[in-house]
């Protein structure tokens, strides 16, 4: 009797997948569901606009995709261009995963030539209300022409808050099928590591305040500088990221004198983050609310840093507060309120010398928020709606 062949998922993705903790979820999601599971991805680099290297990533048949641009228009419309191509040379699929918007248009179109049964999107924010776009008509218009290009023939959209949905519904008055799943970590173990502590030499009588993710404007980044000329005497900062903002804000460090008390170091390893972050003692995420997509932001940072055991101070977004009103460990501070913020640190410094909430918080992220609580319900989706041969 001939064996029933597995079915094909391909993912696709637009930036470098070692830093990125959702698509590697997803990629072994596909593997345990029995799925053969192919990733293309791409990156900016020196090499030609057609080169690509092919390599197991994660155990994973993976190719990546070397582009000559690094931002802006050209890049995403240079990523569409060559992802097409190679696509289009591969053998047909049962399905295709986009995994953010810059990847969607040309799995649709792939999907339109008859070469991939499905197509899902994963719309991991509300694209044409982030700040960058939102303040500009012109690019607000075209990534609004390119979501909608997408959604008409996708199959599913995954989003990571209940209220993407209704909300890229708004944008488009149409919605395909659309399931939750939270941007959560997997499962993992409290390991007590002292890692920032070595590394920078922070001597043992200052707490370490903690932030994880992209140094870009409007994350409440400038609002902690300020915020540690007040608490210098007790506790240090670190940001963990990469971007251009890093370059202000050493300015402004400079100015205030904190280079004994604010750090920085690089983007590391998604399967690093919380052992590394378990060597800090509070960690923040201070979005500001200045654009209807960070208004609905759910950061997946604060679920870090509760796997990681760590007191959190966030900004009071909608989804964050509906699902962590009242949640032991976490604090919520306007980062716009220089009065408010210091306070608010304190209280979560001080919250950080009870080892057995800390044990508490890492329980209950255990428990409640981690990528195997959502993704039952992309299980059950999938077995319900696939497509095979």
């Not at 070692?18 to 680099?45: H, M, Q």
């Not at 004198?257 to 750090?263: A, G, Y």
Request: hydrophobic share 40%; glycine share 4%.
């Amino acid at each position: 009797m001939n064996k029933t062949p597995n079915p094909i998922a391909r993912l696709l993705f637009l930036d470098d997948p070692r830093t990125d903790r959702r698509i590697k979820n997803f990629l072994s999601l596909f593997i345990k569901l029995g799925y053969d599971v192919e990733f293309i991805f791409a990156t900016p680099g020196k090499a030609g606009p057609d080169s690509k290297i092919d390599f197991i990533f994660n155990g994973i048949k993976a190719k990546q995709l070397i582009l000559q641009h690094t931002h802006g228009a050209r890049m995403f419309l240079q990523f569409d261009k060559i992802l097409s191509v190679e696509l289009q040379k591969s053998e047909d699929c049962d399905l295709l995963f986009a995994g953010d918007l810059y990847s969607l248009k040309t799995a649709v179109y792939i999907k339109n030539l008859g070469k991939a049964k499905q197509v899902f999107y994963d719309a991991r924010e509300l694209y044409t209300e982030l700040p960058k776009v939102a303040r500009s008509p012109l690019k607000k218009w075209f990534w609004k022409r390119w979501e909608r290009i997408g959604l008409r023939s996708c199959d599913l959209v995954i989003v990571t808050a209940p209220d993407d949905a209704p909300a890229i519904r708004d944008v488009h008055n149409f919605l395909p099928p659309s399931i939750v799943v939270r941007n959560f970590p997997e499962q993992q173990d409290l390991k007590h590591d002292n890692y920032l502590r070595q590394h920078f030499s922070i001597p043992p009588d200052k707490k370490i305040i903690i932030y994880i993710g992209g140094l870009q404007r409007e994350r409440g980044l400038e609002k902690m500088v300020e915020a540690m000329s007040l608490l210098k005497d007790d506790a240090v900062f670190v940001m963990i990221g990469d971007d251009e903002l890093d370059k202000k804000l050493h300015i402004r460090i400079t100015e205030l004198d904190l280079e004994k008390s604010v750090f920085f170091h690089s983007s590391i390893d998604s399967e690093k983050v919380i052992e590394i972050l378990s060597s800090a003692d509070v960690g923040i995420s201070l979005i500001e609310q200045h654009s209807k997509s960070y208004e609905l932001a759910l950061p997946s940072k604060i679920f870090e840093y509760m796997l990681a055991g760590l007191p959190v101070v966030s900004s009071p977004l909608k989804q964050v507060n509906d699902l962590l009103s009242n949640t032991e460990g976490v604090i919520f501070a306007d980062p716009d309120n220089s009065r408010d913020l210091p306070g608010k640190l304190r209280e979560a410094l001080l919250d950080s010398e009870d080892n057995e909430l800390r044990k508490r918080i890492h329980v209950n992220a255990w428990n409640n928020y981690t990528f195997e609580t959502d993704a039952e319900i992309f299980k059950e989706f999938l077995n319900r709606n696939t497509k095979v041969s």
